[in-house]
Nanobody, 124 residues
Framework: QVQLVESGGGLVQAGGSLRLSCAAS????????LGWFRQAPGKEREFVAA????????RYADSVKDRFTISRDNAKNTMYLQMNSLKPDDTAAYYC?????????????????WGQGTQVTVSS
């Protein structure tokens, strides 16, 4: 069983940066593929980025490619999302998720464990 806690959200101006963290408790963190998803008000939750257990493979939504970077530190049981050049459209609650598989999938129903979310608000 993995428990996930996000942090690092906040209010930032357009063009600014934030780094989200997702701290995991439980064993075998390094065996889990991890992902970030987000949900804006009135919209469905969507995929943002995912990383394989070793960190060697990553995937990004087109809307964040070249602006966001996903990474993980298995020694610290922590995943990160570095967000640069933020836009008002990035405003959402951001969730981290974990699945006990090696594939960093974009499909949210494939993730077994979810955090409670952290709010990111980008002002124009």
């Amino acid at each position: 069983q993995v428990q996930l806690v996000e942090s690092g959200g906040g209010l930032v101006q357009a063009g600014g940066s934030l780094r989200l963290s997702c701290a995991a408790s439980g064993r075998s963190f390094s065996r889990y593929a991890l992902g970030w998803f987000r949900q804006a008000p009135g919209k469905e939750r969507e995929f943002v980025a995912a990383v394989s257990p070793s960190g060697s493979s990553t995937r990004y939504a087109d809307s964040v490619k070249d602006r966001f970077t996903i990474s993980r530190d298995n020694a610290k049981n922590t995943m990160y999302l570095q967000m640069n050049s933020l836009k008002p459209d990035d405003t959402a609650a951001y969730y981290c998720a974990a699945r006990s598989d090696s594939i960093a999938t974009t499909i949210q129903r494939m993730y077994e464990h979810w955090g409670q979310g952290t709010q990111v608000t980008v002002s124009s």
